[in-house]
């Protein structure tokens, strides 16, 4: 049972529940059994929360799956109508993912009150079968909404049926549910690019799926062309399975663009035959594919002027080399910054950041990538060349994309107190002695931002670098001309 005997100065003693928000209740249900492990689940459809949420009485439809698992009650909860409420973020959103943690409270009464003497700020509360419930935030940890949630006769009894079920089950104990896709009765099927095991190219096989069934909030892309990323050879030799494991057969790709092919429930932002470019999750389900699903915030529209195989080049390379520059560097205007890596697509992005921040980027680049950058008329450095190295005046600060040894051997370039920002995983690490900063950067999905880059490039005349494109049965070629490096641009795979 949980611990909840806490001193009465600790009115958080527990993390006795853990909730995620989701948009599709009974998918997350599957993956937290057949992919995480964790289960069986309990599910209650068609509950409302009747509470004082900011002031105001709010009657919100929901539904909720329940489990047990290393000592906590974990909740998956599904919102099911318009915000506000504590389900919702501050644009009326539903809230996907982690979505607070409750402490089982055995005097909630007393813990309430030392929260409000600790400058707590009570935002909701209510009461559900019995159960008083009160959820807080403060201006100090933005984001972090924590739950006093009461121990009742009944709640014991649930717990206890949940820890019951969780002792004796297992994954292996419950069939492996029909995909969703089959279940709506998928319109075909598609060829996609697997990958079998960590390993060499040859690890990759072609295979027909079930063309997918876009969920609430998602849109079904045919896909015109996926990017080979770094990451993606990275994540097939293994040297990623530290961070994130795969799951075999995997399907890599986190860059697409393509055409909008169907449009999943509650989508409005997007219409059947949108130009689109986006991000997927690399890892799983990604963009080696004919058809793929993603969620439309997901993807932004491609503007005229620009075609799909230089907007498949962009998302995660425009994305990282944008924030590398905007949030780890943040140049002042004359500030000298060398770009390791400026010949990718990544390093492109961050040169042009530069220019567009008025501060004076360097491209360092391998010398099979001069093609590369020529068209952006900045100051050049070849890291092969030693000497060239040697004789570089001291920069202000380094915009790394390629991570260590070479960063690591470049802190050595950087002003004392200047700063060297990094995207590369693993992230470089500071030599003993180094006084510089070191921030790691990690990029994330933004559409609007990816829509003004896309404009942005169309309206300056810089091309997107192509560098090879291949067939989708040719993946094992283009992992192996994307190891060999010197491509002069991005490597396309068309489905």
Request: charged content about 20%; some cysteine; glycine content about 10%.
């Amino acid at each position: 049972m949980i611990n909840d005997a806490a001193p009465e100065d600790n009115w958080f003693a527990n993390f006795g529940q853990i909730s995620f928000g989701t948009a599709d209740l009974r998918r997350s249900v599957d993956f937290w059994e057949k992919q995480v492990g964790v289960g069986p689940w309990t599910i209650f459809e068609g509950l409302v929360m009747d509470a004082l949420h900011q002031g105001k009485r709010i009657a919100m439809p929901f539904s909720v799956a329940l489990t047990w698992h290393d000592g906590r009650l974990v909740e998956l909860i599904c919102a099911e109508g318009d915000g506000p409420s504590p389900l919702h973020d501050g644009l009326n959103r539903p809230i996907i993912g982690l979505q607070r943690l409750a402490s089982v409270s055995e005097n909630i009464a007393r813990d309430a009150e030392v929260a409000r003497k600790r400058g707590m700020e009570l935002i909701t509360q209510g009461e559900a079968a019995g159960q008083r419930f009160f959820h807080y935030k403060s201006d100090e940890a933005p984001g972090v909404i924590l739950e006093l949630l009461e121990r009742t006769a009944s709640f014991d009894q649930l717990i206890g049926n949940l820890q019951s079920r969780a002792a004796a089950w297992s994954p292996a104990a419950r069939t492996a549910p029909i995909a969703r896709a089959q279940r709506e009765q998928s319109p075909g099927t598609m060829k996609v690019a697997l990958l079998s095991d960590y390993g060499e190219p040859e690890s990759f096989y072609i295979a027909e799926a079930a063309i997918p069934i876009p969920s609430a909030g998602e849109v079904r892309v045919a896909v015109t062309a996926a990017a080979v990323n770094p990451v993606d050879v990275k994540a097939r030799r293994g040297l990623l399975h530290d961070w994130t494991p795969l799951t075999f057969p995997a399907r890599l790709g986190g860059d697409i663009a393509g055409i909008v092919d169907a449009v999943g429930p509650g989508v409005t932002s997007l219409q059947t035959g949108d130009r689109v470019a986006g991000m997927l999750n690399p890892f799983a389900d990604g963009g080696y594919a004919q058809f793929v699903t993603v969620r439309a915030d997901n993807l932004a529209r491609v503007p005229a002027g620009l075609d799909l195989f230089a907007a498949a080049a962009l998302p995660t390379g425009a994305l990282a080399g944008t924030a590398l520059v905007e949030s780890g560097v943040r140049p002042c205007v004359g500030e000298r910054v060398l770009v390791v890596g400026a010949g990718g697509s990544a390093g492109r992005a961050a040169v042009l950041a530069l220019l567009a921040a008025g501060a004076i980027p360097i491209a360092g680049i391998r010398s099979s990538s001069h093609a590369a950058v020529m068209d952006l008329k900045v100051e050049i450095l070849d890291l092969e060349d030693a000497a060239a190295i040697a004789a570089l005046a001291p920069v202000d600060a380094i915009a790394d994309t390629v991570g260590d040894p070479l960063a690591a051997h470049l802190f050595a370039k950087v002003q004392t107190a200047g700063t060297i920002a990094s995207i590369a995983i693993p992230s470089p690490i500071p030599p003993v002695g180094s006084t510089q900063h070191m921030c790691n950067v990690i990029a994330r999905f933004d559409s609007e931002r990816l829509a003004r880059v896309m404009i942005d490039l169309v309206a300056a005349g810089y091309h997107v670098p192509i560098g090879r494109r291949f067939p989708l049965d040719q993946v094992s070629d283009a992992h192996r001309i994307m190891e060999a490096g010197g491509t002069g641009g991005k490597v396309l795979l068309v489905p």
